[in-house]
């Protein structure tokens, strides 16, 4: 992160600290990955609770992500900066919608989910590139989480991925 956009960024202010992660969005190299791995152990304790409670969660941390992006990217004056992992969070916790949550489900959605929002096939490549603004930001990431989520639930029902 270049000096300026250093000075402009504040930890102090909520939405700029979730925005990039509780820090993690910070790292010098693999900022979403970090995020990624940051957003993990969040899933976790929210794969604790019901279904019900999850998928409400899942939803408002997509929600509010529109916002919290939104205003961190317009303060940072850089529309989709790299140190902004809301969006990574949201989807991871897509990627585990209805999904058991246990060591190897961890590590196979982590892996399945980065794969997407790396590569970005279409349509997650068409969404990063035509939608702006905090909805913009999120949703490849949401697309993402949807495409790891289908994957994740065709190998625990062909019993590739076991319990």
Sequence with gaps: MDTETRKKLDLTHPMHFLA???????????PGTFGTLAALPLVWVASLFPDEIFIALTVLVCLAGIKICDQTAKDLGVHDH???????FAGLFITFLLV??????????????????????????????KVKGGFGIMVDDIAAGVMACVVMHALLYFEFLTL
Aim: net charge neutral; proline share 8%.
């Design 20 to 30: 990039v992660g509780f820090g993690s969005g910070l790292a010098v190299k693999m």
């Design 82 to 88: 790299s140190a902004i992992v809301w969006d990574e």
């Design 100 to 129: 058991p949550f246990n060591p190897s489900t961890a590590i196979v959605g982590f892996l399945l989910f980065r794969f997407f929002d790396i590569v970005k096939p279409w349509p997650i490549s068409l969404l990063d590139k």
